[in-house]
């Protein structure tokens, strides 16, 4: 959404009503159209009113956005003593009708990304734009164009933070993007939605909860993503699971953050009915705690070779098949380093940690302590070094002063 696209027309407002009507009574196939344009009156309000019911919405696709964008300058440009509300009202109406009415779906998000981007320009309210928002989501979603608004989800705290709606309104929107992400297959986009949700919604909407526990199956389920902690580290979340709001979801989120492999199998077998029924996948989810627990042995031997057979202890798989596990969490983000194959060690040169807590401050600490000390131990061999390179550089000097006389 940007002003790149904004189309504005020119031409007095009455004659822009007057070509519209035109437009408008042609469409609906008036016998009169003269006597239909006269009876608008020149009227922006009774142009829009005859362009709803599905009748600009079926313009053909390559005047859609043209007609619309006229409409917008009409209604824009509309006297009125309660501009900034009635040009919301009739954002609201354009939108509804568009998106109910509209055959051309890459057509009618042209337009409401226009209309978008114009509510911006005039000043309208913010509450206009999240309406424009809204019905881009049931075009697109209809149209299966979901894909075209992946991009906003990571945008949408800021997005929702400009238009200043209620958090009742927010909920509403959020939770419409996300049911419309889940029908269209998007489920790591429906899982960013749900975190946006429980970020700007908080903890007390009567949905919160179950908003936090699908998150945290979802999380469970997808190997794709692999951020505990930006789930986890939510004030909204962290409220719900203190005050036991989120229940068996609540200890798979707990699992998740603290458990190696080993401790994991054990909470999934004595938990298995609940997750079952929370919709957890087992295998996904011991595949993601593998993935996790590689990372966390990563994180305690950075710099330092791990043997193969240290990983698949810690994992429970075969030493044949660590190699692959460890390019999955590179592939992952969770860690970087080099594999060295003949040797059959991984040496990590960064790892992810699933949170940062006291034990991750008190370790970063030992180690910052330990290369302060290198370091230390390390500056009378340089001083050293670079005495020894000022002293050959004087001599040199000296050389290249001699002179030999025949």
């Not at 149209?143 to 906003?152: K, N, R, S, Y």
């Not at 009742?168 to 959020?174: C, P, S, T, V």
């Not at 993935?291 to 994992?315: C, H, M, R, Y």
Request: net charge negative; glycine share 8%.
């Amino acid at each position: 959404m940007s002003g790149q696209n904004i189309i504005f027309v020119d031409g007095e407002s009455s004659s822009q009503i007057e070509e519209l009507a035109r437009y408008i009574g042609g469409l609906k196939e008036e016998s009169n159209v003269d006597s239909f344009v006269s009876g608008l009156g020149g009227s922006a309000e009774a142009v829009l009113k005859a362009s709803l019911g599905g009748v600009l919405a079926k313009a053909p696709e390559d005047k859609l956005e043209a007609v619309y964008n006229q409409l917008f300058a009409v209604v824009a440009g509309a006297e009125d003593a309660s501009r900034s509300a009635a040009l919301g009202a009739a954002t609201k109406a354009i939108v509804d009708d568009l998106s109910a009415n509209s055959e051309s779906g890459v057509g009618a998000l042209r337009v409401l990304n226009n209309l978008y981007n114009l509510l911006a320009v005039v000043g309208a309210e913010g509450k206009a734009r999240s309406d424009v928002f809204e019905g881009m989501v049931s075009v697109a979603a209809r149209a299966q164009l979901l894909g075209t608004l992946v991009p906003l989800v990571s945008r949408l705290p800021s997005m929702l933070g400009e238009w200043g709606v209620a958090a009742e309104d927010k909920a509403r929107i959020l939770l419409a993007l996300r049911t419309a992400l889940d029908a269209a297959a998007l489920s790591n986009e429906a899982y960013e939605a749900e975190v946006v949700f429980l970020e700007v919604v908080g903890a007390e909407h009567e949905r919160s909860a179950e908003v936090a526990s699908s998150a945290i199956v979802r999380f469970a389920n997808l190997l794709a993503i692999c951020d505990i902690d930006a789930l986890a580290s939510l004030a909204s979340v962290q409220e719900l699971n203190k005050r036991g709001a989120l229940g068996d979801a609540g200890a798979v989120l707990n699992a998740l953050l603290s458990s190696d492999f080993g401790q994991w199998a054990q909470f999934a077998a004595d938990k298995a009915g609940a997750l079952k029924a929370l919709g957890v996948d087992a295998e996904r989810a011991a595949d993601k705690v593998r993935l996790l627990t590689v990372a966390s042995v990563a994180a305690e031997n950075l710099g330092q070779d791990v043997p193969f057979g240290v990983i698949a202890k810690a994992i429970g798989i075969d030493e044949d098949d660590v190699e692959l596990w460890i390019i999955d969490v590179i592939r992952a983000g969770l860690i970087q380093g080099k594999m060295n194959q003949v040797a059959r060690t991984v040496l990590p040169t960064r790892s992810t940690y699933r949170t940062f807590g006291a034990d991750q401050w008190e370790l970063l600490a030992e180690r910052l302590s330990q290369w302060k000390k290198s370091l230390e131990e390390l500056q009378p061999v340089v001083n050293n070094a670079k005495l020894i390179a000022q002293q050959q550089a004087m001599q040199m000097a000296g050389q290249s002063r001699v002179t030999i006389k025949e």
